[in-house]
């Protein structure tokens, strides 16, 4: 019942339009990304980098209030955010040897306390915008919105086509990359790039506190199923579509937020599945 | 491919792990690294897979400084089994097929062939054995043709059967001309086709002796 009028709304309104398509290549890019963080044992940086992101777009918003300059643009303020967070992250990491990953809860700290500064500090902002930035507002993706995505989209799926192999074999063993002559450093630069590209891209769309959630849930409800690389790829992007679609229904629908609802189904899909392998094993072990 | 080393010397932030070692192969001859646990065996490894930086003038493969070499060709390197990532689901075919940069060709085909891996190609490698991983690791590092065989520890949790089958491997490879590099606790494997051991002992001492030599050069 309430599916045809989605779709009625659908066809009657551009905006959701919009949104529905926004929503889709979003579902297709996150766990796409998310497969890489995760092999490589990074999942936390997604989490960081949107944090640090954030303190991009604040500081973007207050600055662009006092000067008009282009280059003061939230968005574009909160991708330079996203990229210098990776180089931080980098060097932070560079001072420890066993405690590496403290570099992650610094930069997102840091990232947090800029971000409550410089929105207290640029007063009267909309508290539905800082609210969009949190929890994400798909229902208001404008057309330039849709084109930045879009291009965002096919400048990924050139570097992963061209890349595929090398990103495949430098996940499983960096050494091994190393030695057979794969450029490493340059890839890796190619993959914080494009992560913190995304990032940055996600944060108008599904809000900051949602983007790790979307890169990272799928690969983990994937993992637990899957049996070959290119399987476990494949439907992390099934169950983030699934999510995504239904979440843009059931939320246009019960007119509630959109990013926190695709999220929950997420994670009710990996429960799902984590449930159905341990009944699987007991029945298993219980044969024997 | 001839491998030269000068000097080298290493050290961690404060400890000092390799010091003033010298020595040097020619194509085709098979160097065993023998040494008690942290007398710095991998750190020896790392340095030469410019994984750890080392000074100029340290290590030369065929005479090219490798601080001067920007990527890597004719290295093939088999990983001690606890430096791979498990888990994450991926088949032989994949690690084979992404870790192949050309187009599959009959080169490939033979590989496969040899290492006995048609039956395992489509297997998930969580699924495998040690000694058919390690079959898929020899066989990945001999895709790269190389010139420089680098092995660390690669009998560890494999059987005898096994074992056997890889000192014949690298018995051919040695033949072909395939300079070797061997890290092993195991004395005796290989035994019969090393050229030289290299052993070393705590705080950076070491010995390089040619095999059935029993008088230390160092
Ligand atoms: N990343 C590191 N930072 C500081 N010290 C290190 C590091 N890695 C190794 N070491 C130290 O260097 C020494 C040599 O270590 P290495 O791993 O090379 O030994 P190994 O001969 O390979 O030992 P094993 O037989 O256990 O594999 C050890 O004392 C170790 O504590
Ligand atoms: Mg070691």
Redesign the interface.
Known sequence: MFLASVFKDLFAFDFLQYALLAGLLVGLLAPLIGTVVVIRRISFIADTLSHFSLAGVCIGVFLSKLINWKIFDPLFMGIVFSILGTFVIEKLRGFYKNYKELSMPIVMSCGVALSGLFISLSNNIDSKYTNSLLFGSILSVSSTDLITIIIITVIVFIFIMFTYKKIVTLCFDEVYARVSGINVKLLQLGLTIILALVISLFIDIVGVLLIASLMIIPVASAILIGDSFLNTVVSSIVFSEVSLVSGFVISYHANVTTGPVIIIINILILIVIMLIKKIRSSIASKKK | MRVTVNNLTFAYTQKLVLSNISFSLKSGEFLTIHGKNGTGKTTLIRCF???LKVNDGMIYLDDMDINHI????N???V?QKT???Y?????V???L?????KKRDAYYTKIINDFDLNKIY?E?INNLSGGQLQRVFIA??LL?RPKLLILDEPTVGVDVDNIKTLHETLQNLKQEGITIILVSHDMEFCQDITDYYLILNELGDYEFKKAGDNNVSS
Do not use: Q, V, W
């Open positions: 897979l410019k994984m920007k990527t890597f060709s290295i093939g390197y990983p430096d791979f990532n888990e994450f689901p991926i088949t075919f994949e690690i097929s992404c870790a192949y940069l489509h998930n990945r590092a790269n």
